[in-house]
């Protein structure tokens, strides 16, 4: 395309002839025009001329000296950016022969000599017009080129009567079909496809010609280099004036890239990085629907769980590349025991789940199972490492009855660990008694050795507030569990099998450290007169090294003992009360704060209340929570807060969730609270963000 050409606001004219007359009357009479004229004296110079400058028009005589006008004109149209310049001829009066020789040679248009400027004028206007007019069809149809292109796009048309089928250039370079190289296209496309493919483009447009909706269908196309390309093809039918319809248009689009992109994202998504198997995600939706299919259900199938024995010992001794080469390779060798129907999922670092469809009773599962743990018979090489595992394989059948999915994993889950109780490397089958409490109770006491160890437990804070100033006093530091699989646990869940089983003195010393060491971050940053309240069990109470652990974690954390304030319950006194109030005494002697948690919920002696060496009585978020707007239903905690008054206690109201809670409360004379309404009790970093928005409101307060 002659850029310049087009970019030009004054047509620029080229006048070409040998006669100094005749050239200066055709140059004044352009010039008057408002066009800008260089002239030429012969067709040679013409040619030099045309290169150059790049004329939106050449006006050129036929008769010259050195090169002829047809001569130049063939010689100016050579040059690829001259195609398309309008070239007018003069030719001599009714000189036919010499006008056919003109647009034989390639120019545009002739006028005859002697010349009559008002028709002449007129021809290059129109002349110049033309030319402007095919530039801007030329110019759309390089901007659609390259949109085509960048979209990777390109169509075809299909004349329905005549049968003819055209395809654009695009869609031959994306086939990589020349265009000479096959005439039906049609066949060609047909050898870039599938039969199945092939057969999905044919029905839809049978479709579209009797429905007369647009398809769209996406399909492979294999190009002779064994490359597939993904294409999007979308065909519509259109009509005449009268309504007839009269052919099919279509575009094809290279959609290869996005449907690459799209379906490496899947991946990411649904299979495990390590050993490409499928992930917990893909898991759980391939089961989501395979319990849904009825006749699955009816048919039956079996969920094994299978974690391997031990396997922290493997990472442990050879490193964790050795480690997960380890894993890809039983990955591998666990893989090859399925069947096109069935699904193995790595669900946590060293555990598989295998879902086996059509398994009508427990032999079936029984043979997989079998076969699954003779592949840990070998051994197995890595590099120069000869390693040997075993598994534990928790299995459970569906049914009718029993087909819900959290159920079944539950259910494979827990024949797993009742393996792993009794040593491994075995399978068994759920069964009923697996739930019951003491079995229960028994693998949450493994699991909880495990998050000991494998730091699950985290403390949450809950702001105490005065009730008088709103400033926040201190924080009871409660303990939850982040369980890899449940999520957070709450204290309630696993408090009192810690208790039973002894656990709670480790879990304690670990509370209590990790809330004096938090605490004394608080103090460092400024809130320095932070309390914290620390829940100590019965157990923990009574064990001898429960003093011994106190004062050591004082010591390496650094608090100020008078910023600790111990929450015992009243079954810390049980047996021997003598006992108790010596320890109490004892912890009050080094400044540490005393308070009676859960009173009233229990067998609530009066005595021992007079008896116990405490700061602080908690009231009971049961004597809190159903007093309602008149401050109905609040007796018993009108009477604590009474009660504690009298022997000088300070009061801690809990389960404040409303703003007639607090009202009572401090109708009543209670000192401070803690409940939702305030705070929920959180994580350490947004208990910060609690104290700094507090300390904001206060100064406000104050300010005002
Ligand atoms: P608690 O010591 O009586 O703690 C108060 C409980 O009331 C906390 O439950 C707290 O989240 C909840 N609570 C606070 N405000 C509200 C409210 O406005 N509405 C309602 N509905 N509840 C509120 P959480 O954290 O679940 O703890 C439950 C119990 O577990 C505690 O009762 C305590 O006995 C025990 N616990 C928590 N952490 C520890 C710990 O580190 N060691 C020991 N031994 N026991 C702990
Ligand atoms: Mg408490
Ligand atoms: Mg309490």
Known sequence: MNEIATSRKTPLLLVVDDELVGRIYIEKALQSEGYDVITAENGQQAYEMAKQHLPNMIIMDVMMPVMDGYQSCVAIRAEEQQLKVPILMLTGLDDIESVEKSFDSGATDFIVKPVNLAIFKQRVRHGLNMRQADLE?????????????????????????????????????????????????????????????????????????????????????????????????HAELIKNEQGQVVRMFGIIQDITARYLADEQIRHQLYYDSLTDLPNRTLFHEHLDKALKTPSRITDGLAILHINLDRFKNINDSYGPEIGDKFLILIANKLNQVTRSTDLLARVGADEFSFVFEGIRSNDGAEKVANKLLKIFEDTHCIGNYELIITASIGITLSSPNNCDKETLLQQADLAMQHVKEVGGNQFCFYSEQMVSGAYQALIIEKELRRALERDELVLFYQPKVCVNTGIVKGMEALIRWQHPDKGLVSPFNFIPIAEETGLIIQIGKWVFEEACRQTRLWHKQGYDNLTVSINVSAKQFHHQDFEADILNAIEITGIDPHCIDLEVTESCTMNNIEKAISILKRFRDMGIQISLDDFGTGFSSLSLLNQLPLDTLKVDIAFIRDINEKGENGELAKLIILMAKTLGLKTVSEGVELQHHIDFVKDNGGDEYQGFLFSKPVPAADFELVLARNSQQIEAVKAS
């Open 137 to 233: 069809i030329y110019q759309q149809h390089i901007r659609q080129t390259h949109a085509y292109k960048i979209a990777k796009m390109g169509y075809w048309e299909w004349e329905m009567e005549a049968n003819q089928l055209y395809f654009s250039d695009e869609v031959y370079e994306m086939l990589a079909i020349s265009r000479e190289e096959i005439n039906d296209t049609r066949d060609a496309l047909r050898a870039r496809m599938s039969i199945d493919d092939f057969q999905r483009i044919k029905s839809a447009s049978e479709a579209t010609i009797k429905q007369g909706i647009p398809y769209s269908v996406e399909h492979h196309v294999i190009r002779p280099d064994n490359q597939t390309q993904i294409v999007h093809h």
